[in-house]
């Protein structure tokens, strides 16, 4: 069984860079086939897929956050880390970690073959 777990960031103040990591266990982030994901959730909308690293490494990022948005990883630790400069209060949302596959990155609901962790609430105020 896979599992994900987000780190705590704390109150984020508006123009701060968004650090989480995603500690993983069950399972290797080098395995094929597999897209380790950050996914955001505003209070009141839907999902926002903010982009992945794949196993080999390499990453893609939702277009209308690419200029502020990195993801890298440790594969010595297992994890993946999601760094979001310039924040604002519009960044206020329940982050989550991912592990989903090529056929369900981007859906608007949580596949049930995905691992998906508890969530972590970023709140972005001065």
């Known amino acids: 069984q896979v599992r994900l777990q987000e780190s705590d960031p704390g109150l984020v103040k508006p123009s701060q860079t968004l650090s989480l990591t995603c500690t993983v266990s069950g399972g290797s982030i080098t395995t094929n086939y597999n897209y380790w994901s950050w996914i955001r959730q505003p209070p009141g909308k839907g999902l926002e897929w903010i982009g992945y690293?794949?196993?080999?490494?390499?990453?893609y990022y939702s277009p209308s956050l690419k200029s502020r948005t990195s993801i890298s990883r440790d594969t010595s630790k297992n994890q993946f880390r999601l760094q979001l400069s310039s924040v604002t209060p519009e960044d206020t949302a329940m982050y989550y970690c991912?592990?989903?596959?090529?056929?369900?990155?981007?859906?608007?609901?949580?596949?049930?073959?995905?691992?998906w962790g508890q969530g972590t609430q970023v709140t972005v105020s001065s």
């Open positions: 991912a592990r989903v596959r090529a056929r369900t990155y981007g859906l608007g609901y949580r596949d049930s073959d995905d691992y």
């Open positions: 690293i794949s196993s080999s490494g390499s990453t």
